[in-house]
């Protein structure tokens, strides 16, 4: 599916309603200012696992952009302007993941990071009645990244059994990933 139909159909199913856009846009100072520290917990947390670790120091210098990425990503969760285009960009933040061999169970779980030091974060920060419209907010467009994330990691697997990469699961993601990436490019 199209990224832009699909956050569309993401914006109605999680409620992402105008004053939620807001409240995320008024966080945006508050929250940017996290994203290093966040980008450090999120490696580090993807960086335990073995397998993970491989990925990530494959490439010389591939952790250090990865922390600039992952800061840019995060910065853009607080954006305001959730459409077609910032749909287009997380998709091929995922394809890209695939593409490499990042698995889907790798950064699901990594994105439990990012939501708890992120709401402990508006826990510590905010005043009590602010709290619950942030905190729904925030969670509101964190499901909106993963659905996308995932979306983007089907189609990946999809296009890899289309051109004959059976093999297994695997090979089906990384080559689908790279092949759609080659296309769009």
Same mark, same amino acid.
């Given at each position: ?32 200012p ?8 999120f490696?580090?947390?993807l ?5 993970m ?25 607080f ?11 997380r +998709? ?5 993941? !695939? @593409? ?9 779980? *990594?994105?439990g =990071? ?27 467009i964190?499901?909106?990244e ?11 697997? +999809?296009?890899?059994?289309?051109l004959? !990469? @059976? ?8 080559v689908? *990933?790279?092949? =759609? ?5």
């Amino acid at each position: 599916m199209e990224a832009g139909v699909l956050l569309d159909k993401l914006l109605r199913r999680t409620g992402l309603l105008e004053l939620h856009i807001q409240t995320l846009r008024k966080l945006e100072p508050l929250m940017a200012p996290m994203a290093s520290e966040i980008a450090l917990a999120f490696y580090d947390y993807l960086g335990r696992d073995e397998e993970m670790r491989a990925i990530l120091w494959e490439v010389p210098g591939r952790v250090e952009r990865l922390y600039q990425s992952f800061a840019d990503w995060y910065r853009g969760l607080f954006c305001g302007r959730y459409d077609a285009e910032y749909a287009e960009k997380r +998709a091929r933040i995922g394809l890209v993941h !695939a @593409a490499v061999g990042v698995k889907p169970s790798f950064i699901m779980p *990594a994105f439990g =990071i990012v939501q708890e030091l992120s709401l402990e974060h508006l826990r510590n920060t905010l005043r009590s009645p602010e709290v619950l419209s942030a905190v729904e907010a925030f969670e509101k467009i964190m499901a909106i990244e993963a659905a996308i994330m995932q979306d983007s990691y089907m189609q990946a697997m +999809a296009c890899g059994y289309r051109l004959g !990469a @059976a093999a297994d699961q695997e090979q089906a993601l990384v080559v689908g *990933a790279r092949a =759609i990436l080659e296309k769009a490019n």
